[in-house]
C-alpha cells in the first residue's frame, strides 16, 4: 500500500508545483494582512473538488481584524466511510513583508531547476502545498479510510496567530473530541520533528524625563540617559544571567538552547524625521524613551519569572540612580509547549518517516513561537507537532525558496503518517 501511495505522490510532482505557485502569487503580506479572502478561496475551490467540505470563517472581533484587513481562514473536512480519529494539518497563509535584497520576483514564483522562489515558499506555503497533495493522494489510494482529514489555512500566524487559530481554538474546532491529531507543516526540515517551542514575553520599557532647553540639559532630565543606565544594566546583569541558563527541550540551533532577549526598538524624544524633510530638530530635552524587548522564555524559566526579572532590576535602579522613573507595558506573552517524544502523533509521523525515507526522525523544539501554542493552550489539545519542508533559516530571507524534492519527501512522510492512523 505505502509503495502505491508514494507512486501517486510523485505522479502528482507537477501539481504540487503548480498548486505552491498559484499561492505564493497571491501576496498576503502580514502586516497589514492582505488577501486572506482570496487565498482562502482558492483553498475553497481545490479542496471542495477534491470532496472536502469546505466553511471559511471570519475571526471577527479579533486583533487584526477589521473591514479593511478581515482575519479569514478556512476549515476543509473529509469524513471517511468507517468512524476513526481527525488528522489535521494546519498551516498559517500569511507571510511577511518583502524587504531588500531580493533578485528575483517576491511573487514570481519562479520555478529554477529544483528550487520554486517566492516569498512564503518556505515559511510556510510549501508545507501547505504537501499537505493538500498527500491528503488527496491517500483518498485517492484509499477511499474506505477509516475517521477524516481536516486542511485548514490560517491567518496571522506571523503576528501571533490571534485571527486565525487561537480564534479557531476559542471557538471549538481544536476541540479534542473532534480533532486528534494535529500537524503543523512548518519549514523544520523532512527529517526532524519539532515538538514545542519556548516561550515569550514582549514588553515596553518607558523611562521618564523632564523637558527643558537643549542649551541648558542641567535644567531638565534626560530619559534617554536614563535607559541608556537601563541598558548598560541589562549588558552588565541581565544578558550573562540568561546566557548562563540552558533548556533541557531539544531546541535549535544550540544557540537558543540558553534565554535570550532582543531589543526589538528604541526610541527617545522628538519623532524622526520624514523622508525629504530638512527642518532642523526642536531644542527640546527628551522627556520620555521607549525600549521595545522580546524576551524568549525557558520552559523551566517560566514566562512570570522572567518578566519579574526584568522589573526587579528596574526597581534596583530606581532605588540607586536619582530621578528614575519607569513603567512597563506587557504587550504579549506565550506559554512554553511541549508534546511528549511518546505521543501518538509523535511516534506516528516517527515510524512514517523511517518507512518513507528510510532515516529515524531527530527531535527539535523551535527557538520561537509558532501556532501550537494556541492548539495547545486555548484548545487543550497536547497532541500536537510541527512537521514540514523547507529549511528554516530561509524564512523571512531575500529570494527565501523551497526545494521540490523536499515538498515530495514531506508529502510521502504525510501521506504514510495518515495511513498509519487511518487504516486499520
Given at each position: 500500500m505505502t509503495d502505491a501511495l508514494f507512486a501517486r505522490i510523485v505522479d502528482r510532482r507537477d501539481d504540487l508545483v503548480a498548486l505552491l505557485q498559484d499561492l505564493i502569487r497571491i501576496p498576503t503580506r502580514n502586516p497589514p494582512g492582505e488577501n486572506y479572502r482570496d487565498i482562502c478561496e482558492l483553498l475553497e475551490r481545490r479542496l471542495s473538488a477534491s470532496g472536502f467540505t469546505c466553511t471559511?470563517?471570519?475571526a471577527e472581533g479579533a486583533k487584526g481584524d477589521s473591514d479593511t484587513y478581515p482575519r479569514w481562514n478556512i476549515v476543509a473536512r473529509i469524513e471517511g466511510p468507517r468512524p476513526g480519529p481527525c488528522v489535521?494539518?494546519?498551516?498559517?497563509?500569511?507571510?511577511?513583508?518583502v524587504g531588500e535584497g531580493w533578485t528575483r520576483d517576491p511573487f514570481g514564483a519562479e520555478l529554477d531547476g529544483d528550487r520554486v522562489y517566492g516569498r512564503g515558499a518556505?515559511?510556510?506555503?510549501?508545507?501547505?502545498?504537501?499537505?493538500?497533495?498527500?491528503?488527496?493522494?491517500?483518498?485517492?489510494?484509499?477511499?474506505?479510510?477509516?475517521?477524516?482529514?481536516?486542511i485548514s489555512g490560517t491567518a496571522d500566524e506571523e503576528s501571533g496567530g490571534y485571527g486565525g487559530v487561537a480564534y479557531l481554538a476559542e471557538k471549538g474546532w481544536f476541540d479534542p473530541d473532534r480533532v486528534q491529531h494535529v500537524i503543523i507543516p512548518e519549514p523544520l526540515g523532512t527529517d526532524q520533528i519539532c515538538l514545542g517551542h519556548r516561550g515569550a514575553w514582549w514588553a515596553e520599557i518607558e523611562t521618564h524625563g523632564r523637558i527643558a532647553h537643549g542649551s541648558m540639559p542641567f535644567l531638565g532630565d534626560c530619559a534617554v540617559r536614563h535607559m541608556g543606565a537601563v541598558l548598560n544594566a541589562f549588558e552588565a546583569d541581565l544578558f550573562p544571567a540568561m546566557a548562563a541558563r540552558h533548556t533541557q527541550m531539544p531546541v535549535?540551533?544550540?544557540g537558543a538552547r540558553a534565554a535570550t532577549m532582543n531589543l526589538n526598538a528604541i526610541h527617545g524624544g522628538e519623532r524622526a524625521r520624514e523622508p525629504g524633510d530638512t527642518s532642523l530638530p526642536a531644542c527640546n530635552v527628551p522627556d520620555r524613551c521607549v525600549l521595545q524587548v522580546d524576551r524568549r522564555v525557558l520552559v523551566e524559566e517560566g514566562v512570570d519569572a522572567a518578566a519579574d526579572e526584568i522589573v526587579k532590576l528596574l526597581d534596583r535602579l530606581k532605588e540607586s540612580r536619582p530621578g528614575f522613573d519607569y513603567e512597563v507595558r506587557e504587550i504579549n506573552r506565550v506559554i512554553p509547549s511541549m508534546t511528549a517524544e511518546d505521543a501518538p502523533v509523535v511516534t506516528a509521523v516517527r515510524a512514517a518517516m523511517t518507512d518513507a525515507l528510510g532515516r529515524d526522525a531527530t527531535f527539535v523544539a523551535s527557538p520561537g513561537s509558532y501556532d501550537q501554542k494556541h492548539i495547545d493552550r486555548i484548545g487543550r489539545l497536547k497532541n500536537c507537532i510541527a512537521y514540514?519542508?523547507?529549511?528554516?533559516?530561509?524564512?523571512h530571507q531575500p529570494d527565501e525558496y523551497i526545494e521540490v524534492s523536499d515538498m515530495l519527501d514531506a508529502t510521502r512522510v504525510m501521506g504514510r503518517t495518515l495511513e498509519r492512523l487511518l487504516l486499520d
Open positions: 471559511l470563517v471570519r489535521h494539518f494546519n498551516s498559517h497563509t500569511d507571510v511577511v513583508t518556505c515559511d510556510m506555503k510549501g508545507g501547505l502545498a504537501a499537505s493538500i497533495i498527500a491528503a488527496e493522494a491517500f483518498i485517492a489510494e484509499h477511499p474506505d479510510f477509516a475517521g477524516s482529514i481536516e535549535i540551533p544550540d514540514g519542508p523547507g529549511i528554516l533559516e530561509l524564512a
